[in-house]
């Protein structure tokens, strides 16, 4: 079965640099993967999706890329802020409504 | 309403009794999903509705736990004899599946099950 690995647990920078999250799977490649953002005691939130011929999509502050060959989709935050502080998931979708299968996270800590 | 609404936010239960948990999806949402969190963010699917039909029912345990989604009612989530390891986060999450929503998926707050 397909599984979803973000090797960091935890990351922690200071503010104004860029963060940059690691999202790998293993198997197939997925027909798209997601970004969501998850506040304690709150429910994830999405953030951005890219499809698998797509190499790249930005969000204002947020950037995500998508490489096939490396299996690996990275989440870039530019110029981070304290209120960027949250856990950051990575989900891997195969088709229309389908099931989402999530990674563990990634806490994000942006220190003054 | 522009929010899944979960009831309840928090749900205690001795071992055995049993647990139902709410969802209020977004009025046009179409598709409906559970999801269960356990320790270190671990999200585990449940099951999928998409109005009141089953879409995807491959992450229900087959034992103890039931879902519904009946036309003018939130939709449901129960489990029969609640075993210390149905302690978890459960959220709702619905989707619009239209060309322009990018199968993107709304949470809700989410009902911690706590089992005693």
């Known amino acids: 079965s397909q599984k979803i690995e973000q090797n960091s647990e935890a990351l922690n920078i200071q503010e104004g640099k860029t963060a940059t999250l690691t999202c790998n799977y293993t198997?197939?490649?997925?027909?798209?993967l997601q970004w969501y953002r998850q506040d304690p005691g709150r429910g994830p939130v999405f953030l951005l999706l890219?499809?698998?011929?797509?190499k790249e999509k930005r969000k204002e502050r947020l950037k995500v890329t998508f490489d096939t060959t490396l299996k690996q989709s990275l989440f870039h935050i530019t110029a981070s802020q304290p209120a960027d502080s949250a856990t950051y998931l990575c989900?891997?979708?195969?088709?229309?409504?389908?099931?989402?299968?999530f990674g563990t996270g990634t806490r994000l800590q942006v220190t003054l | 309403g522009e929010e899944v609404a979960q009831t309840p936010k928090h749900l205690v239960r001795g071992e055995g009794q049993k647990a139902k948990l709410y969802c209020a999806p977004i009025?046009?949402?179409?598709?409906v999903f559970w999801y269960q969190q356990v320790l270190k963010n671990e999200f585990k699917f449940l099951i999928s509705?998409?109005?009141?039909?089953?879409?995807?029912e491959t992450g229900m345990p087959k034992e103890r736990f039931s879902a519904k989604c009946l036309p003018n009612s939130p939709c449901s989530l129960e489990i029969q004899a609640t075993k210390l390891e149905d302690s978890a986060v459960y959220f709702c999450?619905?989707?619009?599946?239209?060309?322009?929503?990018?199968?993107?998926?709304?949470f809700g707050s989410g009902t911690q099950l706590s089992v005693l």
């Open positions: 989900a891997h979708g195969s088709g229309t409504a389908s099931k989402l299968t």
């Open positions: 198997n197939y490649s997925p027909a798209y």
């Open positions: 890219i499809r698998e011929n797509e």
């Open positions: 009025k046009g949402h179409s598709y």
């Open positions: 509705f998409q109005n009141e039909n089953v879409f995807d």
């Open positions: 999450a619905t989707l619009e599946r239209s060309p322009r929503t990018n199968e993107k998926l709304f």
